[in-house]
């Protein structure tokens, strides 16, 4: 019985020991690059926001989100406190002086060779859905040198823009910023033909300080979601916004003066929206 119950337990040891190393090998980074966006997100300006963001590339997949919002989850797994109350409850809450970077691109998408999966919250709900890989690419025989990176150009028409990309088959990863994969070669630079939306690698790791190196991109920003459609995504979000307002609208004075303060927010949101510039004009 004892000779058993030891050959179990190493049986189980190895699969361990084999379902973390496949987990490992499959976090463990190829190529980590940041790209800087310029966005005109207001057509009401002329003034281009922005913003950077991190391509973190495994043996299989890519991951793509703002390096504000990886550094404001690093920033809440470290400081974050846990207080024990006399009546048995627990209150949670910040280290003293705890700052969290804000931004409001806190999606996360995640590139393979055959699809796209777009991840973002809306409130308590994570919410994802998929698309294909950008099949229409047209490969142009023009050439030039990017932050010394010998790059060729690519066209494609994507949800209501024309965009122009280069990439560079010396490095061999079919990825690039946001949605945009399936080049033969990593996307250096995009630009939409309006120059309404600008990306560039601004920053990669050499390989030499890859080595062992995982995704530091924590596994709740994509992993439980809820499937949706985009349309979905957009409406639970604008749902969020609404209750949102609801809320601050009610710590009015009297529910009289919260109702003027909700109506006067949902005009000032509508007035907003005729301005908006979104990335993607059509779904």
Do not use: H
Not at 38 to 49: E, G, H, Q
Not at 197 to 207: A, G, L, R, T, W
Request: aromatic share 12%; proline share 4%.
């Amino acid at each position: 019985m004892f000779y058993y119950k030891k050959l179990f337990s190493l049986f189980i040891l190895f699969y361990s020991i084999l379902f973390y190393a496949q987990s490992n090998k499959e976090d463990t980074l190829s190529g980590e690059f940041t790209y800087q966006l310029k966005a005109k997100f207001d057509t009401r300006t002329d003034k281009r926001y922005e913003e950077l963001f991190s391509l973190q590339i495994t043996d299989n997949r890519a991951f793509f989100a703002s390096c504000i919002s990886l550094k404001g989850d690093s920033v809440m797994a470290n400081s974050g406190t846990t207080t024990q109350n006399p009546d048995g409850s627990i209150t949670l809450g910040w280290k003293k002086g705890t700052v969290i970077p804000k931004t409001n691109l806190n999606f996360t998408i995640i590139q393979s060779p055959e699809n796209v999966q777009y991840y973002d919250s809306a409130f308590m709900s994570l919410l994802s859905y998929k698309e294909p890989v950008i099949k229409n690419w047209k490969l142009v025989d023009e050439a030039k040198i990017i932050n010394t990176i010998n790059c060729k150009k690519a066209e494609v028409s994507f949800k209501g823009r024309n965009w122009i990309a280069w990439y560079s088959p010396e490095i061999p990863f079919p990825y690039g910023p946001m949605k945009f994969s399936g080049l033969p070669g990593l996307i250096v630079k995009i630009t939409d033909d309006k120059g309404d939306y600008d990306f560039e690698i601004v920053k990669s790791v050499p390989n030499s300080k890859l080595k062992g190196k995982l995704v530091t991109i924590k596994k709740s920003r994509y992993t439980g979601a809820t499937e949706a459609t985009q349309a979905k995504l957009k409406q639970a979000k604008k749902n969020v916004e609404a209750n949102v307002a609801g809320v601050l609208a009610s710590t009015g004075t009297t529910i009289i003066k919260g109702q003027e303060v909700l109506r006067q927010k949902e005009k000032q949101r509508e007035e907003n929206e005729k301005y908006i510039n979104p990335l993607e004009l059509t779904e």
